[in-house]
């Protein structure tokens, strides 16, 4: 039996680094009180030697592991294609049933939505703004949030406190 007790993040990794490593700042803290298991330290889903749909298959074992989903959502999410299995080398001869046409962003939502898995989005921006978002998951969330704020002194910092509210929404029934 597989205990579903970890949080699965999704994000454009290369753009949207910083606000996936503050996510993780904040959860590994003591002083904050965000806390959650990461799905991802069950295995790596990247790697640089396997094809797109092996990716796939091993991000979705870490789905099945997983409680909850959180989509950072940043300028290029919408448009990534990193992941389509058309541009893989592998993609004449691949089997697995994991071979689509989405990138891996647009594929962990459609899982996510398809496994009834409670949804955050949270927006590496001061703004919410949804035409931004995953088509798949933007009606189904149960909170979208901010991420960056700015100060009294116009500079920007990111909105733990915004984060926070989001993370609560989770625990909720529907």
């Given at each position: 039996m597989i205990y579903r007790t970890r949080t699965y993040i999704a994000a454009d990794w290369t753009d949207d680094k910083d606000a996936v490593d503050q996510l993780m700042k904040w959860n590994s803290s003591k002083h904050w009180g965000l806390t959650f298991g990461d799905a991802h330290e069950l295995s790596q889903c990247l790697s640089d030697d396997t094809n797109n749909c092996n990716i796939k298959k091993?991000?979705?074992?870490?789905?099945d592991h997983s409680k909850f989903f959180v989509l950072i959502v940043g300028d290029k999410t919408k448009s990534l294609r990193s992941g389509y299995?058309?541009?893989?080398?592998?993609?004449?001869?691949?089997?697995?049933?994991?071979?689509t046409n989405k990138s891996y962003v647009e594929y962990e939502c459609d899982y996510a939505v398809r496994n009834n898995l409670p949804i955050i989005v949270l927006y590496n921006s001061t703004t919410i703004d949804k035409s931004k978002c995953i088509d798949s998951v933007v009606k189904v969330a149960k909170a979208h949030a901010k991420m960056v704020m700015y100060g009294t002194d116009n500079k920007l910092y990111w909105d733990y406190q915004s984060v926070k509210d989001a993370f609560d929404k989770l625990a909720m029934p529907i």
């Open positions: 091993n991000c979705s074992q870490n789905f299995c058309m541009y893989c080398k592998a993609y004449s001869y691949c089997q697995y049933t994991y071979k």
